[in-house]
């Protein structure tokens, strides 16, 4: 069985900057550091992966998603700002999902073909998101979690690679059904916070399903510095303080040590050969798209 490998290519600190202190800032060095480490670890075991670039990365850093595309992986969309989609306007999301795919393709002179919405915010409410990346030239879209979150997620949403009615693939992230619940495994904090046999187990599963597991991590997940020690040049509010001590929590070498563990077990494809494969033999489905 051969899986999706992808990574949200995305700066921490900007992020956090914006989310927390309503202060924009540039993408600091770590995504650029901890995106070159992740292209070394991928090239030294020969696997390819997706890439879905936040645009305003791909701005301060071209040459990087250059690398990306000429060590022969995919680069994919993931926003301009890392905005949610379900928090903007049908007009906003597609002037700047259009513009991001634009300046991403004059970078690697390359099509894009898949999106990930920022903290998969592609749900129910934000479904009309697809039609607007069918019209931009989008092949699929890989930001679904069939789960039933507080931020994301459209819990009956198929696990596997499905065909919308517009003619637009999704790759759903990877889930497994326990004990009646949808339960999201083997990507982000999913991977990170859980011990490697967890997520052993719902590969296990997964491919029990006859179906690929859509795994994602971001560069951040594998820097060494701990989050506290970035200057944003003010005092910190609790909350941020409390944010950056969740996510120093496994960071670094023990991550770096769990995706080794993770590429040494298991097959890895970027997510549009996984669509190739599949496109033959999925029917249309979108009910679980009706409120
Ligand atoms: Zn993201």
Redesign the pocket.
Known sequence: MIHGLSV?V?DYHQIVSKNYLDKDIAPSAEVERNTLYLLETFAHVGVKATFFV?ANVARAYPALIRQIAAAGHEVGV?GYE?TLIYTMSRSIFKSSIARAKEEIEAITGCAVQGHRA??FSITKDAAWAYDILKELGFVYDSSVYPIRGKRYGIPDAPRHIHRLTNGLYEVPLASIKLLGFSIPVAGGGYLRYFPFFWTVYAMKRIEHEGRPAVVFI?PYEFEETPPSAFPYGVPLPLRLKLHNTLQAFNRGKRHRGKLRSLLARYRFAPIRELVQHYAHCLTEKADFLSP
């Open positions: 949200d995305e936040l993931h890392h920022p903290a971001h």
